[in-house]
């Protein structure tokens, strides 16, 4: 099996230790388990979506990006979380 070799900020690392179920639970395993969002929205499609309707946005456009900027003054969602 082909390995690498990565850097982790201290807090990083011990919040991917604390992730593990079983103390040998490699660090592999972990990542393996954690869930990444599948919806995002890029600056490219930010700006699409700017070209195609111009400087107005939709109610529902609106509350999409009220809801995107109080999301930023909350915490991450925890990736390793299960559901």
């Known amino acids: ?3 690498r070799t990565v850097s982790l900020k201290t807090e990083a690392y011990e919040r991917l230790k604390a992730a593990r179920r079983y103390p040998s639970e490699s660090f592999s395993e972990v990542v393996l388990r954690a869930r990444w969002p599948e919806e995002t929205i890029t600056g490219g499609e930010l700006l699409r979506r700017y070209r195609t309707h111009g ?3 939709s109610k529902t456009e609106l509350d999409e990006i009220e809801a995107a900027k109080a999301a930023m003054n909350r915490p991450p ?3 390793w979380h299960e559901a």
């Open 1 to 3: 099996m082909a390995t």
């Open 55 to 57: 400087p107005f946005f």
């Open 77 to 79: 969602e925890d990736k």
